[in-house]
């Protein structure tokens, strides 16, 4: 048995951590603790949290040797042995450790260290020192009331814990019980709208994978605060942040933009029980936390999982199809804005998710494409193009089923490529072409002629890049909207360009990231876009900006907007209801 007993500090943010174990030879003891967390691609070195670590056998000091920037060795000796730490908590996210005299979390992977060799036995953990009115909220197997255990290292660092005052709503899908548990300081909402609308939609997932689900209960652990958002997925729980202002009114009506996009973030994370808890590249089996595990198959983890997210909303009838077709048009807009899209492959992106979509700059949008939105977008075509050669006999269910089935069966992950012949194998279907022009090329994805099977079509548009896109409406572009060409941000009388994009306006004027634009036509750049918007296209404009505190001016030519805004419209209803009803 590991054991580990750990104290709160909410005074100085750390977690003082006491890791005790028996040793009944005179082996090197060798511990680590995990440079990255399943599900988040990139290397955060968690050890540098490690402030004091000390090691004791039978009472005695033992001396320890630091082979790496995570792990440590100890010379062999048997007996009972100590390992005392302390670890900084102080990471506002759902993949770190957090700890104030208002609320703790911690996600294992940040906290406990991994004796090498004895990741198999069975691990427990004790809490200690808690604020006497704390809750604590996981999907750890409980002991008692602090004291959790779990039959191996692998099982305890994927069910983070909640601590602090908690409301917890509870509800059952599909027979499992189901809670929420709700951190952090928000105004009154209204309870019975937002369970009834996770429950629709997690019953909606329930019945589309077959039995049993990955987990026996399942927790949302949601803290809200001010301009946060982000999600983690475990086996049995995820961790969740949102904006206070997302969790819905009373007398709402239809869901707004903030609260479909917090049922969104609960939508997907459900999701991942299946696919990439459970499903998943055979590359993160096991998982190798000392470093990265390449694998081009995110798009099919993370993208595909993107386009169920929105697509369970309307399935679940908590949101209509109006608003799910505002939701696409939106993520076709982000991804043709992206420069990076005609750069960068699909497999590629997966592939350099660690130092490239995980490691953003002012380049960025020049240079990548998301696996997450192009992801979700290769899998929508996918969807369409199955049920389309298939008449309706198959469509991306089918293979997501069948994909689940095999886990249950083997266990095992899928090799590099498998994914896509084995989605041929189940529909029967030759589909290598798409496979190859989506993931291997940076060809246009077929998204007209795959909407259009839908009962949708897709128009592009020079429209203003503030726009969006999302459903035609009203909307008709008679003349291209200029396009600045940059992102910037807003500051008083100047902004600050903080993104340049290919081929623009900005940057054919020699501008660059971090340029603090000030005048435009010798007036002071008090609303930047505003400003803009009165210039016709072709016209010349005189600009003066800071760079690195020396003055300068240059002429700037006003460009059309590219028809890369997507607006939608309902061509053929029973098309577009046998698609979002999954008939």
Known sequence: MINYEISARPLSHEYQITLSFKQDNDFPIEFSLPNWVPGSYLIRDFSRHIT????????QAVALTQLSKNKWRADGKSGQWQICYTVYAFDLSVRGAYLTTERGFFDGACIFLKVHGRENLPHSVTLQDLPAQWQTASTLPCSGRLNFQTASYAELIDHPVEMGNIEFLNFTAGGIPHRIALSGFYRDFD???????????????LVMFPKPAPFQEYLFMLHVGD????????????????????????NMGEAGEAYTQLLGLFSHEYFHAWNVKSIKPEAFI?????????????????????????????????????????????????????????????????????????????????????????????????????RQKSGDAYSLDTVMQQHYRDWQ??????PEQQWQIRCQEITGLDLASFFQTALYSTDDLPLKECLAS??????????????????????????????????????????????????????????????????LNGYACTDLAAQWA?????????????????????????????????????ADHDLLDKWLSNR
């Open 52 to 59: 004091q670590l000390t090691a004791f056998c039978n009472g």
């Open 191 to 205: 309870r019975e709208r937002f369970m009834s609308d996770i429950q629709k939609i997690c019953e909606t997932e």
């Open 227 to 250: 301009n946060i958002y982000g999600g983690l997925e475990h086996i049995s729980s995820t961790a969740l942040l949102a904006d206070r202002n997302s969790l819905p009114p009373y």
């Open 286 to 386: 096991p998982y190798n936390l000392d470093q990265e595990s390449y694998t081009e198959q995110l798009w099919a983890f993370e993208g595909i999982t993107s386009y169920y997210d929105d697509l369970f909303l309307v399935r679940s009838g908590v949101i209509d199809q109006n608003a799910y077709l505002h939701l696409l048009g939106q993520a076709l807009t982000r991804v043709q804005h992206t420069k990076g899209r005609l750069k960068q492959t699909l497999a590629e992106s997966s592939f350099t998710a660690w130092n490239k979509f995980y490691k953003q700059d002012e380049n960025s949008p020049n240079a990548i494409v998301s696996y997450y939105q192009k992801g979700a977008l290769a899998a929508l075509c996918l969807d369409l193009l199955i």
């Open 409 to 414: 069966n083997t266990g095992k992950g899928i």
């Open 454 to 519: 839908a009962g949708v079509t897709l128009d592009w548009q020079p429209l203003p890049r503030n726009h969006g896109g999302g459903l035609a409406g009203e909307t008709v572009c008679i003349q291209p909207a200029n396009d600045f060409g940059a992102r910037f941000k807003q500051n008083g009388d100047g902004v600050t360009l903080t993104h340049v994009f290919n081929g623009g306006s900005a940057e054919n004027a020699a501008l660059c990231p971090q340029d603090k634009i000030i005048a």
């Open 534 to 570: 009165q210039l016709a296209v072709g016209e010349r404009a005189t600009l003066h900006f800071f760079r690195s505190g020396v003055l300068h001016q240059t002429h700037i030519t006003v460009q059309a907007a590219e028809a890369d805004t997507a607006l939608l419209k309902i």
